[in-house]
T-cell receptor, first 116, second 111 residues
Framework: EAQVTQNPRYLITVTGKKLTVTCSQN?????MSWYRQDPGLGLRQIYY???????DKGDVPEGYKVSRKEKRNFPLILESPSPNQTSLYFC???????????????FGPGTRLTVL | LAKTTQPISMDSYEGQEVNITCSHN???????ITWYQQFPSQGPRFIIQ???TKVTNEVASLFIPADRKSSTLSLPRVSLSDTAVYYC????????????FGSGTKLNVKP
């Protein structure tokens, strides 16, 4: 089954304790992205990657890191989490370049993070 | 960066056709228009995508006027299960543009 998986699905942590949210896709997609979703703000892009070892900042990159060492994996790293990073996080992937239109992004199930 | 403006919410009744309009005045030449649907605590799901004129698939139609500064998602005969948030998205992977989702439109379908 074609899918994007994220782990963990739920995480409660404390300020300053480094954490990693994993993301993996099995569709051989080149393009992957991380979003955060907060009430009233919709989805905002944190980082994206066009291919292995190619990443770039989205709209809200501060406080986050990413890496793309393998095509299928795109982990999100919070080196020193703070309460304002409490949010719902989504990983997404898509085939790039998509023929014709831009194709669709496939989203993971989400990771709900609480930073105390 | 092409931003989008949508109504915050809409109400409808089962069996009606629903049209949700999105404004994107700064759309670039290479940008496509994509609509996603999101249920609570789930990731967004692709509905439809287009560049100009009209696109139709098994679940929706997308109308794009010649100037491409707006677009309308049309959902025929909605049901209760169509209650969700709908996002209009403008972007282009070819130009490595960042995608802007906006706040979306909360569609509430009533019986």
């Amino acid at each position: 089954e074609a899918q994007v998986t994220q782990n963990p699905r739920y995480l409660i942590t404390v300020t300053g304790k480094k954490l990693t949210v994993t993301c993996s896709q099995n569709m051989n997609h080149e393009y992957m992205s991380w979003y955060r979703q907060d009430p009233g703000l919709g989805l905002r892009q944190i980082y994206y990657s066009m291919n292995v070892e190619v990443t770039d900042k989205g709209d809200v990159p501060e406080g986050y890191k990413v890496s793309r060492k393998e095509k299928r994996n795109f982990p999100l790293i919070l080196e020193s989490p703070s309460p304002n990073q409490t949010s719902l996080y989504f990983c997404a992937s898509s085939l790039f370049p998509a023929s014709g239109g831009e194709g669709e992004q496939f989203f993971g199930p989400g990771t709900r993070l609480t930073v105390l | 960066l092409a931003k989008t403006t949508q109504p915050i919410s809409m109400d409808s009744y089962e069996g009606q056709e629903v049209n949700i309009t999105c404004s994107h005045n700064n759309i670039a030449t290479n940008d496509y228009i994509t609509w996603y649907q999101q249920f609570p605590s789930q990731g967004p799901r692709f509905i439809i995508q287009g560049y100009k004129t009209k696109v139709t698939n098994e679940v929706a139609s997308l109308f794009i006027p010649a100037d491409r500064k707006s677009s309308t998602l049309s959902l025929p005969r909605v049901s209760l299960s169509d209650t969700a948030v709908y996002y209009c998205l403008v972007g282009s992977l070819y130009n490595f543009n960042k995608f802007y989702f906006g706040s979306g439109t909360k569609l509430n379908v009533k019986p």
